[in-house]
């Protein structure tokens, strides 16, 4: 892509109603745009790294057996009273038609996929069964500041899955985990597996992925041989022995990227869904509930991975693999030759100074800039945006 085609613009000015990092680098590279608090536009840049995360996400899904689907953002209102939701979720959004009948916008989907999964799900043929989507959600949420990490609208990943048994919820869900672990490892974080209570969706255990950052809104303690639980349920406080090893236990400052959930058998009773078992039995299908906040995962990326010029994407998420800055005038043959070679790059073509070429290419981060120019000759030189030293190498060595 030209960057002389690309619509949106950097701005070297901090934002000034930025409240947070992801907000402010975001904006100014040109990535997203604020519509209003909690509510953003991707553009060109952007776009592409959502879709970079939800590619990892679905790759992972996939390889777990989950299959996608799509479901529907604006839901009956019934469907919400059946499981006495309507009422008691502070942040969901409530809307009229005009002939006065009442929807609920969806925070999450359990009032929509049990009714779905009723239609499928009768045996126990019919289980294991596990569905995914990526879909805006809406959530009324009181305080909307931090840039893509609390969004009103924004994007999820939620699995659902369907067992005719704990158990076998339990094998999956521990599958879930490692699927986790892998999609915030491909996205460039360390994720910790934190134990924390069901929230508003059930009386079952939760856990929670959390990413150390001091812009996190989240606490929890923490041990390194892997002991975590949330502030807000734990008994256990800063340094108090860890219960698992007997070291010291911290408090971290996190940004919660996933939780996974034991829903037990609440939702399948508030709708009915029930199979037959082997023997001809009826009983209620055990369900698990898997979430993602994809473009918090972006916002959480950029909070972790940044320093004083700008983003440093990391390798898998970033929106273009090269970055070409031509000082010279064969800028185009080169960028032709990389096009031609299936090679992702972003070309700096436009008329603007070396300096501020520069400057842009760091705060943009894309992970490899390549810098053409009398100095470079027949070479070209490249500079890992997280690393200080060039070098020169070929084109040909460019892959
Ligand atoms: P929080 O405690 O941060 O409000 P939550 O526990 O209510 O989040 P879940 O219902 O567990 O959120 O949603 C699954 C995932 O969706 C979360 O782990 C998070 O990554 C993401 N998410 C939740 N709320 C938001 C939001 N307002 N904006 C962006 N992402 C969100
Ligand atoms: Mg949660």
């Not at 470079?376 to 070929?394: A, F, N, Q």
Request: charged fraction near 30%; hydrophobic fraction near 35%; aromatic fraction near 10%.
């Amino acid at each position: 892509m030209k960057q002389s085609k690309l619509f949106s613009k950097t701005s070297k000015t901090r934002e000034s109603d930025a409240t947070s990092i992801n907000h402010d680098l975001l904006v100014r590279a040109g990535f997203v745009d604020q519509l209003m608090a909690g509510v953003y536009s991707y553009l060109p840049l952007g776009l592409r790294v959502l879709y970079k995360i939800s590619d990892i996400v679905r790759q992972e899904m996939n390889k777990v057996g989950s299959q996608e689907i799509l479901l529907p953002a604006l839901h009956p209102k019934e469907n919400w009273e059946t499981t006495k939701r309507w009422e008691s979720m502070d942040v969901l959004f409530k809307t009229r038609s005009q002939t006065k009948s009442e929807y609920a916008l969806g925070p999450t989907h359990e009032e929509v996929i049990v009714p779905l999964a009723k239609k499928f799900i009768q045996s126990y043929r019919d289980l294991p069964a596990s569905w995914y989507q990526i879909q805006v959600k809406f959530r009324d949420e009181l305080r909307a500041k931090a840039g893509l990490l609390r969004g009103r609208e924004f994007l999820m990943k939620d699995l659902y899955s369907f067992h005719a048994n704990h158990q076998d919820l339990k094998d999956y869900y521990e599958k879930m985990k490692i699927a986790y672990l892998k999609v915030f490892s491909r996205c460039g974080l360390d994720a910790i597996i934190t134990e924390a209570s069901g929230g508003s969706f059930t009386k079952e255990y939760s856990h929670e992925f959390q990413v150390e950052t001091e812009s996190g809104e989240d606490n929890i303690f923490y041990c390194k041989c892997g002991f975590a639980q949330n502030k807000e349920i734990s008994k256990v406080k800063k340094d108090d022995k860890c219960p698992d090893c007997g070291k010291n236990i911290e408090e971290l400052k996190t940004i919660e990227v996933g939780n996974i959930f034991d829903l037990g058998t609440k939702f399948s009773n508030d709708f009915k869904l029930l199979f037959t078992d082997e023997k001809g039995k009826e009983d209620l299908v055990v369900i698990g509930c898997y979430g993602i906040g994809i473009s918090r995962l972006m916002g959480a990326i950029v909070e972790v991975h940044n320093d004083d010029k700008g983003i440093i994407w990391p390798k898998e998420v970033a929106p273009f693999k090269y970055h070409l800055l031509s000082f010279v005038d064969n800028g185009e043959k080169i960028y032709n030759k990389l096009i031609e070679k299936g090679i992702s790059v972003l070309w700096d073509d436009r008329d603007v100074s070396a300096g501020e070429k520069m400057a842009d290419a760091d705060l943009i981060g894309i992970p490899n800039r390549l810098v053409i120019s009398k100095k470079t000759g027949h070479k070209i030189e490249l500079k890992k945006r997280d690393e200080k030293d060039v070098k020169l190498i070929d084109i040909e060595d460019i892959c």
